[in-house]
């Protein structure tokens, strides 16, 4: 394993992109074929840059661990914010918590707000809403998952509560 003297985000990054991608097949199996790997390639890759952003040199943990902790985390954090959209297109006791996405959403930034209205209220795919709005594919991926950072904290409550049966049809 090279060990790294100086902070360098850039070549960390670039040195551990590999793990990514292998974390993101190990996690995507058993999921539904309809998970956009993409996305969570891009997902991790956030993880990855945040992780090389905190991570300091001549600490006793290697990186590699650090950001694989970091990658994990945002990949899951996903495919569950993935499994609750699923959960509440279908309506009934989702359907408040749909509400209180929607809510949410409206209380984003501009740029983020539209892309997250179009891609999780709309169910528009990722290349559709980047057609939309003139814009790439990976951008409306860092988008997404930008909103979806600001939007963990109504993404949990509302898994909880339906966990928990506290959802109730509107």
């Given at each position: 394993?090279?060990?790294?003297?100086?902070?360098?985000?850039?070549?960390?990054?670039?040195?551990?992109?590999?793990?990514?991608?292998?974390?993101?097949?190990?996690?995507?199996?058993?999921?539904?074929?309809?998970?956009?790997?993409?996305?969570?390639?891009?997902?991790?890759?956030?993880?990855l840059e945040r992780a090389?952003?905190?991570?300091?040199?001549?600490?006793?943990?290697?990186?590699?661990?650090?950001?694989?902790?970091?990658?994990?985390?945002?990949?899951?954090?996903?495919?569950?914010?993935?499994?609750?959209?699923a959960c509440t297109s279908?309506?009934?006791?989702?359907?408040?918590?749909?509400?209180?996405?929607?809510?949410?959403?409206?209380?984003?930034?501009?740029?983020?707000?539209?892309?997250?209205?179009?891609?999780?209220?709309?169910?528009?795919?990722?290349?559709?809403?980047?057609?939309?709005?003139?814009?790439?594919?990976?951008q409306v991926a860092r988008?997404?998952?930008?909103?979806?950072?600001?939007?963990?904290?109504?993404?949990?409550?509302?898994?909880?509560?339906?966990?928990?049966?506290?959802?109730?049809?509107?």
């Open positions: 394993m090279e060990t790294y003297t100086e902070l360098d985000e850039s070549e960390l990054v670039a040195d551990h992109l590999a793990l990514v991608e292998r974390l993101v097949w190990e996690m995507a199996v058993g999921s539904a074929a309809s998970v956009d790997r993409d996305g969570l390639r891009l997902v991790g890759r956030l993880a090389a952003q905190a991570w300091e040199p001549g600490t006793p943990v290697e990186f590699a661990q650090v950001a694989a902790v970091w990658i994990r985390t945002a990949i899951a954090d996903e495919l569950q914010a993935i499994e609750w959209m279908r309506r009934g006791p989702g359907l408040k918590a749909e509400v209180r996405l929607a809510r949410s959403i409206a209380m984003l930034p501009a740029r983020l707000r539209v892309v997250a209205a179009t891609y999780f209220l709309e169910h528009r795919s990722m290349d559709e809403v980047a057609d939309e709005l003139g814009l790439t594919h990976e988008l997404r998952a930008q909103a979806l950072v600001l939007l963990r904290d109504t993404l949990a409550e509302a898994l909880e509560s339906r966990r928990l049966g506290l959802a109730r049809p509107a």
